[in-house]
């Protein structure tokens, strides 16, 4: 599908989103499939507050996804997710992994349709018994997911390899640079699969309040080239300062040593304010331990009153688990072990 290259963001972004919402909505009207996915990413930003899936505020994401997950309206379920803003890559690779999985499914309901009145019954039983198991309500539904799905699916990854090919020539410039600056070790086609992954990535997380999709793409192509990790998934490359990511990459600075000392002031407005005065050793440990107390106390009323859990995932309350489940939980382990 071309896709011209004189788009702004927002209208790229409207594009990937039409298809790719578009393959969602059958899905999410017929099944209750997604919920797994909305549990694992509400778990994954409760228990993670560096990730973020959304660029919405944290609380907001998690507001979004409990009220999906208790919603017993599926158009209201697809209205809520549309309104999350979630990346692209939650929701793009669990529509290819479950399209992938019934693939077969839409040619068998074929073969049913055209089939003889004795063979009928027998396939309609094994087509019935596939839309049972991918929680679709019923055979026709799941005919469905899989015909509309399947098509703007391909639609969306058309449209997204055709921005990744607006920046190929980028890639093989910052993969030149780079092998040029830091010696011929590296190799040419290694280092540019590198940047495009990168610029994949920007795609998928890219979302037009975060400003234009170029000035975004290159923010993370030179994340990619000055973070000391493969697996920066947070969004900023958390092991090399700020300050001191530019000057790495444009070869500006010769100081390595990253860390950060404890006598250092911290702001320039505070002076005689220290790490170390502000951290101090004036904390009282009898304090401390009346607190885990007062906590573990706090996660166990809250549980009772809360059952499912949603309240507590909202207001970011631990989980508490009696010795009677730790055990059931230890045992159960040593069971899928043997």
């Known amino acids: 599908m071309p896709l011209d290259k004189n788009l702004t963001g927002e209208q790229i972004q409207q594009v990937l989103d039409l298809f790719l919402y578009k393959t969602l909505e059958p899905i999410i009207l017929n099944s209750d499939v997604f919920d797994e996915q909305a549990s694992y990413i509400l778990a994954l930003v409760s228990a993670n507050r560096k990730r973020k899936p959304s660029s ?124 040029k600056a830091n010696g011929a070790n590296f190799d040419f086609h290694d280092v540019r699969q590198t940047i495009l992954k990168s610029v994949l990535l920007a795609i998928d997380k890219y979302d037009s309040n975060k400003g234009a999709l170029t000035s975004y793409i290159n923010w993370w192509v030179l994340n990619a080239q000055t973070c000391g990790t493969a697996e920066h998934e947070y969004g900023i490359a958390y092991t090399i300062p700020q300050s001191h990511r530019k000057k790495i990459a444009e070869k500006n600075t010769g100081f390595m040593n990253h860390s950060v000392s404890l006598d250092d002031a911290l702001t320039e407005e505070g002076a005689g304010r220290t790490l170390h005065s502000v951290i101090g050793n004036d904390h009282n440990i009898q304090d401390n331990f009346e607190q885990n107390e007062t906590d573990i106390i706090v996660m166990y009323l809250s549980k009772k009153a809360d059952l499912r859990g949603c309240a507590r995932l909202v207001l970011d309350i631990g989980e508490y688990f009696s010795e009677d489940e730790r055990l059931r939980m230890e045992e159960h382990t040593r069971e899928e072990c043997m």
């Open 56 to 179: 919405l505020h944290r609380d907001r994401i998690i507001e979004l996804l409990c009220r999906f997950l208790v919603s017993t309206d599926r158009e209201e379920k697809f209205k809520l997710l549309r309104e999350a803003r979630l990346e692209r890559s939650f929701l793009h690779v669990f529509a290819t992994r479950y399209l992938t999985r019934y693939g077969d499914f839409a040619a068998h309901y074929q073969k049913m349709m055209l089939a003889r009145s004795s063979d009928r019954l027998l396939i309609k039983g094994d087509l019935d018994t596939t839309a049972q198991q991918s929680g679709c309500d019923n055979r026709q539904g799941l005919y469905r997911v899989v015909t509309i799905g399947n098509d703007y699916l391909k639609k969306f990854y058309e449209c997204r390899a055709r921005v990744l090919d607006h920046y190929l020539k980028l890639s093989s410039k910052q993969a030149s640079i780079y092998i």
